[in-house]
């Protein structure tokens, strides 16, 4: 366990870069563990999904398009969706609900908050409140392919709110986001499942925004676990084509 955690946080840290091979005796030698829990992390890795298996065998850092990003928040809305839909239709104890909004006022304290320490508050509560609605749903099938999904840069529920505390724009849907979890402890109360799973589907895709505005000040990103491993559109590049288009319609 101790090697999976270290090489993950590694890993989303851009200590490797995309497309590196994991090499074993250098990673023993830094990890400070034998082959045999290293192989096993590898593994576990590169069923995450942050490794690729090489066809000769081995692993190297899997890069990310926008495309894999958005796919996997996607995803995550869907499994999420059915997670709170089951909850809602399964129904959802006193204990729980009571839980949930214990968070939910939490949250609502510090929301409108603009300070760093707020918001590292506010990404503690989130996760925790996200975690009670999977736990609700009471599927640990479902539970174990969440997993998955939210161990991917940029999927969790969570990836984006540290970016809200420096970007105005972003700090906008945290406001959304924060109704969303309102909508959906209202929803479980009530037990109507259809509209549980259309708001958490919704609210998953807030992710999608926020890395729309998080590609616009990659001074932000870059500070933000996993990075290093997607890949962006070279923005030298983009103002070439975009200048290139320009003199072309002039011309015409």
Same mark, same amino acid.
């Given at each position: 366990?101790?090697?999976?955690?270290?090489?993950?946080?590694?890993?989303?840290?851009?200590?490797? %870069?995309?497309?590196?091979?994991?090499?074993?005796?250098?990673?023993?030698?830094?990890?400070?563990?034998?082959?045999?829990?290293?192989?096993?992390?590898?593994?576990?890795?590169?069923?995450?999904?942050? $490794?690729?298996?090489?066809?000769?065998?081995?692993?190297?850092?899997?890069?990310?398009?926008?495309?894999?990003?958005?796919?996997?928040?996607?995803?995550?809305?869907?499994?999420?969706?059915? %997670?709170?839909?089951?909850?809602?239709?399964?129904?959802?104890? &006193?204990?729980?609900?009571?839980?949930?909004?214990?968070?939910?006022?939490?949250?609502?304290?510090?929301?409108?908050?603009?300070?760093?320490?707020?918001?590292? &508050?506010?990404?503690?509560?989130?996760? &925790?409140?996200?975690?009670?609605? $999977?736990?609700?749903?009471?599927?640990?099938?479902?539970?174990?392919?969440?997993?998955?999904?939210?161990?991917?840069?940029?999927?969790?529920?969570?990836?984006?709110?540290?970016?809200?505390?420096?970007?105005?724009?972003?700090?906008?849907?945290?406001?959304?986001?924060?109704?969303?979890?309102?909508?959906?402890?209202?929803?479980?109360?009530?037990?109507?499942?259809? +509209? %549980?799973?259309?708001? %958490?589907?919704?609210?998953?895709?807030?992710?999608?925004?926020?890395?729309?505005?998080? $590609?616009?000040?990659?001074?932000?990103?870059?500070?933000?676990?996993?990075?290093?491993?997607?890949?962006?559109?070279? +923005?030298?590049?983009?103002?070439?084509?975009?200048?290139?288009?320009?003199?072309?319609?002039?011309?015409?």
């Amino acid at each position: 366990m101790r090697a999976l955690l270290r090489l993950r946080e590694l890993l989303l840290s851009g200590e490797f %870069a995309a497309g590196t091979r994991m090499s074993e005796l250098p990673l023993v030698e830094r990890l400070g563990v034998s082959r045999t829990p290293l192989r096993l992390a590898l593994t576990k890795l590169e069923h995450e999904g942050l $490794l690729e298996l090489l066809p000769g065998g081995g692993y190297a850092v899997r890069e990310f398009t926008r495309a894999d990003i958005d796919d996997a928040i996607e995803l995550r809305g869907v499994l999420e969706g059915t %997670a709170v839909r089951f909850a809602a239709e399964r129904g959802v104890s &006193r204990k729980q609900l009571s839980a949930m909004r214990a968070l939910g006022e939490q949250m609502e304290e510090v929301v409108h908050e603009a300070d760093y320490d707020s918001v590292v &508050r506010y990404v503690d509560l989130n996760e &925790r409140f996200h975690s009670l609605l $999977l736990k609700a749903a009471a599927s640990p099938v479902l539970e174990r392919t969440l997993e998955g999904i939210v161990s991917l840069p940029f999927a969790s529920p969570s990836a984006f709110v540290l970016a809200q505390a420096e970007l105005p724009e972003s700090r906008e849907v945290l406001l959304v986001a924060q109704s969303h979890h309102r909508a959906l402890m209202e929803a479980l109360e009530r037990r109507e499942g259809a +509209r %549980a799973e259309s708001v %958490a589907r919704e609210h998953a895709r807030l992710a999608s925004q926020n890395l729309e505005i998080v $590609l616009r000040h990659r001074e932000v990103l870059e500070q933000m676990p996993g990075a290093s491993l997607i890949r962006l559109p070279d +923005r030298r590049a983009d103002g070439e084509e975009a200048g290139e288009g320009r003199a072309s319609a002039e011309a015409t």
